[in-house]
């Protein structure tokens, strides 16, 4: 940009050598360079994803967690519309309810990270801190997600008020974010060098490789219960 210096390194060394008329290092090839992103982007994350069980099972958390909430994309218009015959724009602010809960989510990170991770890491000095002192708001945003699934699932029902599901959803998002942040700090305090952009690809790909599933069946799997009458369609 107009303004701006350049920082890539590869573009400061080679203004360099010609500045001072230095020979210049030998580039890869473009084959050498491919080769490379296929093998730190696509073929170590899926075997990570395969052979590392902290990346495995933390990512199989996480997607799990994504997808759910990209589901909520889906069932939210339907409980709201069938439901609280909402219209259109009133079923679309009850998306607000994630924006809030997500804003809860990120003050909680915070609150862990000051007064409790801050602290712990004082006592290490110059050592390497744990990696497991990152997971403190996946703690307690593990034990928001079941609670507001069952809620969100036993609530959205005529009799009950509107306001009810949409305090589930806020405390979900609010859980969700907890988890996915944590976890991603976990897993970069834990592994080094390249290797943790090929673990974040691998959380990457598990995370939206489920939660572009999820919502195709999420409509179809609708279970209605109509008043008065406990059979189910």
Wanted: proline content about 5%.
């Amino acid at each position: 940009m107009i303004g701006t210096r350049e920082t890539f390194h590869t573009t400061i060394m080679r203004r360099q050598s010609e500045d001072f008329y230095l020979p210049l290092a030998s580039t890869p090839s473009t084959l050498s360079n491919l080769k490379l992103f296929a093998t730190s982007s696509i073929f170590l994350p899926i075997r990570m994803l395969v052979a590392e069980p902290i990346v495995a099972f933390i990512c199989l958390y996480v997607a799990c967690g994504f997808a759910i909430l990209f589901s909520l994309f889906a069932a939210v218009p339907l409980v709201f519309q069938e439901v609280y015959m909402f219209n259109t724009e009133d079923s679309g602010l009850a998306f607000l309810s994630i924006v809030v809960g997500c804003f809860l989510g990120t003050l909680t990170l915070l609150l862990c990270d000051i007064l409790l991770y801050r602290r712990k890491a004082l006592s290490y000095g110059e050592q390497q801190v744990p990696p497991e002192f990152r997971l403190y708001p996946s703690l307690i945003g593990s034990l928001a997600i079941p609670v507001s699934l069952f809620w969100f699932a036993w609530s959205a029902r005529q009799g009950i008020s509107w306001t009810s599901p949409i305090l589930a959803i806020m405390l979900f998002a609010w859980g969700n974010l907890c988890v996915f942040v944590s976890s991603a700090q976990y897993i970069v305090d834990t592994y080094h060098g390249s290797v943790v952009a090929s673990a974040m690809s691998a959380n990457s790909l598990a995370r939206y490789g489920l939660a572009a599933v999820f919502p195709l069946f999420t409509i179809q799997s609708k279970c209605v219960v109509h008043p008065g009458n406990d059979n189910k369609n």
